[in-house]
Each structure stands twice: as structure tokens, then as C-alpha cells.
């Protein structure tokens, strides 16, 4: 058949295990910058808590009175916990991203109140409480 019935074999690139030495990881690098990076023990500077937390709003928090309230209604039968009693917009956006970030939960704002998605109202009681309101009620 001579040359058209002969299959040739295609070398292929040789690879080498990963403990063979000669092998590049591409996150070989970064150990060595991973001593460098900060200790993450250090407090957030926004995230302050307690009587030297900084509120935008003319109240003093203490004063305030806060509620949290658990809803399904309109929600497809998913639990909400509503939190009324914030004065200003930027209250608002600062607690909603704050309870967000320490509850893991989905947090947004509707109106004049804060919606966190789940039943976290004994654990965002917890955060205000810890974060100077003194007057946190939870509803049903």
C-alpha cells in the first residue's frame, strides 16, 4: 500500500507530574506575598460599635426606639424581618449593609424601613443592641 496506508503517530508535548520540580504552578508565587498581607484582626473603622459608634442622625441612638418584625405576606411564603424606627436615609443604608455583612443575609431597603431576608430577629436584636440602640422591640 506504500505511503497512504501507513498512520504516523503525532508526538504529543510532554508533561511532567507535579512533583517532578520542573513544574510551574501559577499560585506559586503568591505564597511568598501572603506574609505581607495585614492581620485581619484589626476592627473596621466604619463598622465601629457601642457608645463611640457615630450616627448621622441629631438622636442620640439610645433614644430611639427600633422594632423588628417577621413577615411572610407577599413574599411568595418567604420570611422577611422588617426593621422600622430608622430617622434618615443614611442610617438606613449604613445599618443595612452593616447587619448584612455580620448576619449573612440579604439585606435591602424599602421606604423608611430596612428588609433583612430570613428570620434574623433575635440576631440583628443582638447587633443593635450591641451597636447603642437600647430600645429594640421584637414584634411577632
Known amino acids: 500500500m506504500g505511503a497512504m496506508g501507513k498512520k504516523t503517530k503525532k508526538s504529543e508535548p510532554a508533561t511532567e507530574a507535579p512533583g517532578s520540580g520542573s513544574f510551574h504552578s501559577a499560585f506559586s508565587g503568591l505564597a511568598s506575598l501572603r506574609d505581607a498581607l495585614p492581620s485581619s484582626d484589626l476592627p473596621d473603622p ?28 407577599g413574599r411568595a411564603g418567604k420570611t422577611v424581618t422588617r426593621l422600622l424606627g430608622l430617622p434618615s436615609p443614611e442610617d438606613r443604608t449604613t445599618w443595612a449593609k452593616r447587619l448584612k455583612k455580620e448576619l449573612g443575609c440579604g439585606a435591602t431597603i424599602e ?6 431576608l430570613g428570620d434574623v430577629g433575635e440576631r440583628a436584636k443582638t447587633r443593635l443592641v450591641a451597636g447603642g440602640f437600647r430600645r429594640v422591640v421584637l414584634g411577632n
Request: no cysteine; aromatic share 0%.
Open 46 to 73: 466604619e463598622l465601629k460599635s457601642g457608645p463611640d459608634a457615630k450616627s448621622t442622625s441629631d438622636k442620640p441612638t439610645g433614644s430611639l426606639k427600633l422594632v423588628l418584625r417577621r413577615e411572610k405576606k
Open 111 to 116: 421606604g423608611d424601613d430596612v428588609i433583612l
